[in-house]
């Protein structure tokens, strides 16, 4: 039965694996995978579905502080929660990467609907370095 919820098809992004066949998903790494394509899909980039994706590509040119980590919580907690009804998002964190200061780090913890299993995933989004703010 979860196998009708978390399924399997081509692996994101697409390419060949180890034995030379185009690499697949599971039910391992699915919902990760279709987390990642929400959140580095810009709305109004698929014709067909113009709505969908994450506007976190609006805090690109944005200072890497807590009030830009604040906008992409927020942005990233309400695309989840539009585009992928198989999860409970628990808590998002985005804070500046220390070691590398265009790097808001994303993380993302949330609830398999189905089976409950909880899982956490980082997803690093990098600013256009300009002028440096102060938190």
């Not at 999860?87 to 994303?106: F, G, K, M, S, Y």
């Amino acid at each position: 039965m979860s196998k009708e919820i978390i399924g399997s098809g081509l692996a994101f992004p697409p390419g060949i694996n180890a034995q030379g066949v185009l690499g697949m998903t599971n039910e391992r790494n699915e919902l990760n995978q279709s987390i990642l394509i929400i959140l580095s899909t810009t709305p109004g980039q698929r014709v067909m579905r113009p709505t969908f994706g994450c506007h976190l590509c609006d805090l690109v040119f944005s200072p890497n502080n807590a009030h830009t980590g604040a906008q992409a919580t927020r942005m990233v907690e309400e695309a989840l929660g539009m585009w992928e009804p198989r999860i409970t998002v628990t808590q998002v964190d985005a804070n500046p990467d220390p070691r590398h200061p265009e790097c808001l780090l994303i993380q993302i913890e949330y609830e398999v609907k189905f089976t409950h299993d909880r899982r956490s995933l980082v997803y690093p989004f990098y600013l256009i370095p300009g002028e440096t703010h102060a938190s």
